[in-house]
């Protein structure tokens, strides 16, 4: 091997060692939605009480989430802090966290998002996510797959044809919410991702591998 080309060897090993996460069942920056509608520029739910979504997860993964999420209308800060929970078939509480007010909390896709210790849950089972609905910190509406205002990631969630049925938006006064509204569809207050936001290393040990190795492709023409 030419020795001019290690450099280039080890510039690249740079880029790619972000984390070993890249090399978990479930991809870095996935999250349950994404809304493919401007939320903001709807109608605003004005229900108060615990609102969300019901899911069931797919047959081919053992999802992994480190993320919990909460609208930011306008992504200028939320007014209130907003506790997002996650729930299993059973009723039972997975995990959850508190998105703080304000903009402390790093924004991605229009959701403020807090880091939680990484929580494996279950293929194949029912989950309901939801947080508190103040009417304050406006989060739009119900969003539908038939409308084309949601897309799913399967990672999550079972897309096989015959089981929309098993996403629905979900609301009530009490926790978890129980009541349920539409098919194929959710209310986008809150979200769950794994890796969603890059942590300052990996982005830092990028951008340097990046410069090096452009450094040495420039090197190398010249």
Same mark, same amino acid.
């Given at each position: 091997?030419?020795?001019?080309?290690?450099?280039?060897?080890?510039?690249?090993?740079?880029?790619?060692?972000?984390?070993?996460?890249?090399? =978990?069942? @479930?991809? $870095? %920056?996935? #999250?349950?939605?994404?809304?493919? !509608?401007? /939320?903001? =520029?709807? @109608?605003? $739910? %004005?229900? #108060?009480?615990?609102?969300?979504? !019901?899911? /069931?997860?797919?047959?081919?993964?053992?999802?992994?989430?480190?993320?919990?999420?909460?609208?930011?209308?306008?992504?200028?800060?939320?007014?209130?802090?907003?506790?997002?929970?996650?729930?299993?078939?059973?009723?039972?509480?997975?995990?959850?966290?508190?998105?703080?007010?304000?903009?402390?909390?790093?924004?991605?896709?229009?959701?403020?998002?807090?880091?939680?210790?990484?929580?494996?849950?279950?293929?194949?089972?029912?989950?309901?996510?939801?947080?508190?609905?103040?009417?304050?910190?406006?989060?739009?509406?119900?969003?539908?797959?038939?409308?084309?205002?949601?897309?799913?990631?399967?990672?999550?969630?079972?897309?096989?044809?015959?089981?929309?049925?098993?996403?629905?938006?979900?609301?009530?006064?009490?926790?978890?919410?129980?009541?349920?509204?539409?098919?194929?569809?959710?209310?986008?207050?809150?979200?769950?991702?794994?890796?969603?936001?890059?942590?300052?290393?990996?982005?830092?040990?990028?951008?340097?591998?990046?410069?090096?190795?452009?450094?040495?492709?420039?090197?190398?023409?010249?």
């Amino acid at each position: 091997m030419k020795r001019k080309s290690l450099p280039i060897i080890g510039a690249a090993v740079l880029c790619f060692a972000l984390s070993p996460a890249a090399f =978990a069942q @479930t991809t $870095n %920056g996935s #999250v349950l939605f994404t809304p493919n !509608v401007d /939320l903001s =520029a709807g @109608t605003q $739910n %004005g229900y #108060v009480g615990y609102i969300g979504g !019901v899911f /069931l997860t797919s047959y081919d993964y053992w999802p992994q989430i480190n993320y919990l999420g909460y609208y930011d209308n306008g992504g200028d800060g939320l007014v209130n802090s907003h506790t997002v929970s996650l729930w299993d078939g059973n009723n039972n509480l997975v995990v959850s966290a508190t998105v703080p007010a304000g903009t402390a909390a790093p924004l991605y896709d229009g959701y403020r998002w807090v880091q939680i210790p990484q929580t494996q849950i279950s293929y194949n089972g029912w989950y309901v996510i939801d947080a508190y609905a103040d009417g304050v910190d406006t989060w739009g509406d119900l969003i539908t797959y038939d409308a084309g205002q949601v897309t799913w990631d399967g990672q999550y969630e079972n897309l096989q044809s015959g089981y929309e049925f098993s996403r629905a938006g979900r609301y009530s006064g009490t926790e978890p919410p129980g009541n349920q509204s539409g098919s194929n569809a959710i209310y986008p207050i809150a979200n769950l991702g794994f890796n969603v936001v890059p942590e300052p290393a990996s982005l830092s040990l990028m951008g340097l591998g990046a410069v090096v190795l452009l450094g040495f492709v420039r090197k190398l023409k010249n």
